[in-house]
């Protein structure tokens, strides 16, 4: 079993940049695939992003793709979320999650664990 906890939300205005970290705790970190999700208010929650075991191989979801940055550091037990040129439609609650499959997961349900979520809120 593996704890995720996320940091690093706030309110920026559009265009701006923030860093999302989640910090792992429990089995081996490096044993787990990473992903980033968003679910705004009346939403279902999306794929963002997603990193391979080694961090070698990332993923993005359309709509971010260009603009953000997943990364993680096995050392550290943490994975990171560079979000650049944010837009008001970035806003949502952001999560990140843990899973034991290969290969490219964008569903909620093939993450095992999941952090409690912070707010990200970008203004016009």
């Known amino acids: 079993q593996v704890q995720l906890v996320e940091s690093g939300g706030g309110l920026v205005q559009a265009g701006g940049s923030l860093r999302l970290s989640c910090a792992a705790s429990g089995r081996t970190f490096s044993g787990y695939v990473m992903g980033w999700f968003r679910q705004a208010p009346g939403k279902e929650r999306d794929f963002v992003a997603q990193?391979?075991?080694?961090?070698?191989?990332?993923y993005y979801g359309v709509s971010v793709k260009g603009r953000f940055t997943i990364s993680r550091d096995n050392a550290k037990n943490t994975v990171y979320l560079q979000m650049n040129s944010l837009k008001p439609e970035d806003t949502a609650v952001y999560y990140c999650?843990?899973?034991?499959?290969?290969?490219?997961?964008?569903?909620?349900?093939?993450?095992?664990?999941w952090g409690q979520g912070t707010q990200v809120t970008v203004s016009s």
């Open positions: 990193v391979s075991r080694s961090g070698g191989t990332t």
């Open positions: 999650a843990a899973t034991t499959l290969y290969n490219i997961q964008l569903f909620p349900n093939a993450y095992d664990y």
